[in-house]
C-alpha cells in the first residue's frame, strides 16, 4: 500500500491473496467472491484491468472523482490506473459476485491490445454502470466460467490465445449489452439530447465563446455529469453524427445568421464563435456549406 487513502495492487497475485482467490495464472484470474473471506473496503488503484460483476451493495461506489451507479446485478469495468473503492465505515464485509482480472501483458501482441481501445467502456468515468438482464448475466458467467476452465488446464501452446479470445468474446458481448441499455433507455438519453442541445443555444448566445473558447465536447459532457466518451456514444446512437459534428453544424446555422450583419465582419464573426484564428472559422464553413463565408454573403 503506497498511501493511506488509496490501495494499490500492481499485480493480480496480490489482489487473489487479499481476497483468498487461488492464483491459476499471473496474468489473468476468475474470483468467485463467495469464496473470499470478509474485506475491508477501501478505494483502490489496480494496475491491471478488473471487471466486477456486483451482486451485493455495500456502499457508495467511488469511480475517479465521481460516484458510481452500479447497484445488484451491475458491470463495473476498471482500466489499469484508474481508483474506485467502496465509501463505508470501514467495516468488514461479505463481497457476493465475481470478478475478471487481466493484466496488459497477457494481451500485448494480440488483436485484443489493438482494439482495447474500441471497448469505450472502460473509460467512462460517472453513473456508466452497465445494468445486466438475467439472461445477459448467464452469459457473462458462462464467459467466466470458459476462462476459469481454461486457466484449470495444464499451460500448452494453446492456453493463451483460447484465454484471450474467452476475454474478448466476453468484451463483444458487452459491447452489444450497452448497445441494448443505450435502446432500453431511449426516454433518458432523449432527454439528454435536448439538455445538449439547450445548453449549446444558450452558449453560443452567451460571451462564453468569447471568453472560454469554442464550445467542446467534453464541457457539455461535464454539464450533463456525464463522461465524454458514454456522452459522444449516446450522441452518435441517437443521432447518427458525432457530438463534435452536432456543435459544428449548430455553430454554422448561427455564423449563417450573422454573416448577413452589414456591422460585423467576417474576423469578428469568427472570434465571437470562439475561434482562435479567422481562417479556422473560414475552412469549417467551407467544409460545411461549400463556399466561404464571403462568397456565402454574395450569393444569397
Known sequence: MKDVEIMHFDNIPEYNKMVNNETLHPLVSIVDFSKSNPICQHKRNF???????????????????????????????????????????????????????????????TNLSKNMKDYT??????????????????????CFSN?????????DKHSKSLIVNNIELFLNYCMRFYDRQFI?????????????????DDYLKSDKPKNIGFPMVNYFAEQLNLSANYFGDLIKKE??????????????DVAKEHIF???????????DLG??????????????????????????
Not at 147 to 155: A, G, M, R, T, V
Not at 184 to 200: A, P, S, W, Y
Open 121 to 142: 467502456f472502460f473509460s467512462y468515468d460517472v453513473r456508466e454502470a452497465l445494468h445486466l438482464s438475467e439472461k445477459e448475466r448467464e452469459i457473462v458467467l458462462d
Open 147 to 155: 476462462i476459469k476452465f481454461e486457466l484449470e488446464q495444464s499451460i
Open 47 to 109: 494496475g491491471f484491468y478488473t471487471v466486477f460483476l456486483k451482486d451485493v451493495m455495500c456502499g457508495d461506489m467511488y469511480y475517479g472523482k465521481n460516484y458510481y451507479d452500479y447497484q445488484e446485478g451491475t458491470l463495473v469495468f476498471i482500466a489499469p490506473g484508474q481508483i474506485s473503492g467502496i465509501v463505508n465505515d470501514g467495516t468488514y464485509i461479505q463481497p457476493a459476485g465475481y470478478a475478471l482480472l487481466f493484466h496488459p501483458d497477457l494481451i500485448k501482441g
Open 184 to 200: 432500453t433507455r431511449d426516454h433518458v438519453n432523449q432527454g439528454v439530447i435536448g439538455k445538449f442541445e439547450n445548453l449549446l
Open 261 to 271: 450583419d452589414p456591422s460585423r465582419s467576417i474576423s469578428e464573426i469568427s472570434y
Open 275 to 300: 475561434f482562435k484564428y479567422p481562417q479556422h472559422f473560414t475552412r469549417l464553413f467551407k467544409s460545411k456549406v461549400g463556399v466561404s463565408p464571403s462568397e456565402y454573403k454574395t450569393l444569397n
Open 239 to 252: 443521432l447518427g453524427i458525432s457530438a463534435q459534428e452536432f456543435i459544428h453544424n449548430k455553430l454554422i
